[in-house]
């Protein structure tokens, strides 16, 4: 087991996170010199499959439908604190399920979902995407 653990929670459900990437950037010109503002990209989520995915699965099949959401970071010492990855507004633009018999020393069952949002947090820093007032 590693060193940190993570949960993410969407409306009542929570689900074990078995990846997460996040990435914030910048664009550039041939120079190296930046154009435009920081924006938050997709959030890319694996989740171990437990018990109901019709949530998840419903929230990616509704084009309009945003929701709050977030990704608890746990230290598994007990010690540290936990890091929290918020996001308001936030709409499920990919999902897929997986399934692989016999595999060893890894999860047979799982899905991945990309996530867009208005605005993503980390800890104590926000970025804005800056989205018009009313989301699609």
């Known amino acids: 087991m590693?060193?940190?653990s993570a949960?993410?929670?969407?409306?009542?459900?929570?689900?074990?996170?078995?990846?997460?990437v996040h990435e914030v950037?910048?664009?550039g010109n041939s120079k190296g010199e930046p154009t435009s503002k920081v924006y938050s990209d997709e959030l890319l989520l694996t989740l171990e499959i437990r018990g109901s995915m019709l949530p998840l699965i419903l929230w990616?099949?509704?084009q309009t439908k945003a929701l709050p959401g977030y990704v608890l970071f746990?230290?598994?010492d007990g010690l540290s604190p936990a890091v929290r990855l918020s996001f308001e507004d936030g709409m499920c633009v990919s999902y897929e399920e997986h399934f692989e018999a016999n595999v060893t020393g890894q999860r047979a069952f799982y899905c991945q979902l990309s996530v867009v949002a208005r605005r993503f947090v980390l800890g104590e820093v926000t970025f804005d995407?800056?989205?018009?007032?009313q989301v699609p």
Do not use: I, K, R
Not at 7 to 20: D, G, I, M, N
């Open 60 to 62: 990616g099949h509704d």
């Open 2 to 4: 590693g060193s940190f």
């Open 129 to 133: 995407n800056h989205w018009p007032v």
């Open 74 to 76: 746990h230290a598994n």
């Open 25 to 27: 950037h910048q664009d």
């Open 7 to 20: 949960t993410f929670y969407l409306e009542t459900e929570q689900y074990p996170v078995l990846a997460c």
